[in-house]
């Protein structure tokens, strides 16, 4: 029989080999397809922002490429490179092993986005600024990451703790104690977000626009969707991208615009992009996701406590002394290489959520609305129109730009009834 380490090098080459196979695919498709928009667009998207569009997807795939090779390192480093063991003999002897393995855990994490942060910094100030989207400072990317790191070690310290306290005196269910902890945390930062953590980097100011306001409240209402507000976020002082979403649980759930979605897009489209939006809340999408991740969460840590037993696994890794914490930071990093090939899954998934989200906007608002809000939005924001087909089919969380367009499209030539809310 193999050994673990070896099925893990197969593993990690598949997925790694698959990830490249793909990003090449990616460019070779947008470039060769860069000359032209498709036939739906060209009517509609100039040919300089296709072009615009296809050298933004060109530069981000590049920066990907080298994206790859770092974290393809950092996982190797870590685990037959001997990184974590040393990481682990390093600390033990500092703390006591439960301070330890949080300070391990933690520690696995600011390495990561250390060795990551000169990769972050060239997307934000050199690919998004040469195409002009970057609005960000130096200053107020690095009082971001100061937050985000303080929040990071907030939140995720004591969780860490918890959960290794749970590994160690709960005896055999403690994988159960763990699961049930891990969904309080999901749904407590859930209905936290809107009002305690995103204010932290926003600032959201409710909507002031009077028209728009009532013409939202209208739709609202027909919806029964009930909101704490209509709020615009400040989005324009980071990026001149636009977008809107719903946020938050039961009473805390808000309408967050952006404000460089509201001055890209006129009232009729705003409303559109609302109901396709409206349409994810009355089709359950976030319910059916929160449950599903709460499902596969319990599937992977059954898996975890059998892996907890397992020698071969952390020898396999290149950890010659487990402790809980280097279990589970084992287990966090193999996992992601061995479900790769299963992305497509929930790719599908989305992209399913998004077309009856569309037909839901379709029903409920004018189909010609939002083909024209995405068109503005995919030029905006210089979205590909030519992804490769199997790029797409592993990767896109929503339909390619063509198919969605082609069904709205449908939609607004047969003129669906609207369907009681």
Do not use: C
Request: proline share 5%; charged share 15%.
């Amino acid at each position: 029989m193999p050994s673990f380490q070896s099925i893990f090098l197969a593993a990690l080459i598949l997925a790694f080999g698959l990830k490249l196979w793909l990003l090449l695919r990616q460019m070779r498709h947008v470039w060769r397809h860069r000359a032209l928009p498709p036939a739906v667009f060209a009517a509609r998207i100039p040919v300089e922002d296709h072009h615009k569009a296809a050298d933004y997807t060109l530069a981000k795939s590049r920066l990907g490429l080298l994206h790859l090779a770092v974290e393809a390192g950092l996982l190797l480093a870590f685990t037959l490179g001997g990184g974590l063991q040393w990481l682990n003999d390093l600390l033990l002897p500092q703390f006591s092993p439960l301070f330890a393995g949080t300070a391990l855990l933690l520690g696995l994490f600011l390495i990561g986005a250390v060795v990551e942060l000169p990769l972050n910094l060239y997307h934000q100030f050199s690919i998004e600024a040469r195409f002009g989207f970057n609005r960000q400072t130096v200053a107020g990317f690095i009082a971001d990451l100061a937050k985000q790191t303080l929040l990071g070690l907030g939140i995720g310290g004591p969780l860490i703790l918890l959960v290794l306290w749970l590994m160690g005196i709960m005896g055999e269910a403690w994988w159960l104690w763990v699961w049930g902890v891990w969904m309080g945390f999901n749904l407590l930062v859930l209905m936290l977000y809107p009002t305690v953590i995103a204010p932290l980097f926003n600032k959201f100011t409710p909507l002031e626009d009077a028209s728009l306001k009532a013409r939202i409240e209208a739709l609202l209402q027909r919806a029964g969707f009930t909101a704490s507000g209509v709020f615009v976020m400040d989005g324009s002082r980071r990026s001149s991208h636009g977008n809107a979403y719903f946020t938050g649980l039961g009473k805390n759930k808000r309408i967050v615009f952006y404000d460089t979605l509201l001055t890209q897009l006129n009232p009729e489209q705003i409303e559109a992009v609302l109901a396709h939006e409206l349409g994810h809340f009355k089709h359950r999408h976030i319910i059916k996701r929160i449950a599903l991740m709460f499902v596969l969460s319990l599937v992977m840590l059954a898996l975890l406590a059998w892996l907890k037993q397992a020698a071969w696994f952390h020898a396999g890794l290149g950890v010659v002394s487990p402790t809980d914490a280097t279990t589970l930071a084992l287990f966090f990093l193999a996992l992601p290489v061995f479900l790769f090939p299963m992305t497509p899954l929930m790719s599908l998934y989305s992209r399913k959520h998004e077309f009856e989200a569309d037909a839901f906007a379709a029903r409920h608002s004018q189909p010609e609305h939002l083909i024209a809000a995405l068109v503005r939005l995919y030029r905006d924001n210089a979205a590909t129109l030519t992804p490769d087909p199997i790029y797409s089919l592993f990767y896109d969380s929503h339909p390619k730009a063509v198919e969605r367009i082609a069904k709205l499209e449908y939609y607004d030539r047969v003129s669906i009834p609207t369907q009681p809310i």
